[in-house]
């Protein structure tokens, strides 16, 4: 079993900053792909940026040139710059180990003046 524990949320103004972290622990023997995954009311869950093992990145269209997702041992970050009200959402970690996924309880980004 694979453990994710997201810290980080908050709330920001728009134009502001903040940095996600998620941890995994557990019984860890390879995890191939870990990202965040995002949740806004009355919308369905969209990834917003992922990274695999190997370093390969991708990002949704809407936060490109934004957030910057990097990664050290079983522990993946999104910084998010610029944020915008329609980046409030809760965020979620995921994780892919040994072809099964895992997913944090959420942390939430409120962005409002």
């Known amino acids: 079993q694979v453990q994710l524990v997201e810290s980080g949320g908050g709330l920001v103004q728009p134009g502001g900053s903040l940095r996600l972290s998620c941890a995994a622990s557990?019984?860890?023997?390879?995890?191939?792909?870990m990202g965040w995954y995002r949740q806004s009311p009355g919308k369905q869950r969209e990834l917003a940026a992922v990274i695999t093992s190997g370093g390969t990145t991708t990002y949704a269209d809407s936060v490109k040139g934004r957030f910057t997702i990097s990664n050290a041992k079983n522990t993946v970050y999104l910084q998010m710059n610029s944020l915008k009200p329609e980046d409030t959402a809760v965020y979620y970690c995921s994780a892919i180990h040994v072809g099964v996924d895992y997913w944090g309880k959420g942390t939430l980004v409120t962005v409002s003046s």
């Open positions: 557990g019984t860890i023997f390879r995890v191939t792909r």
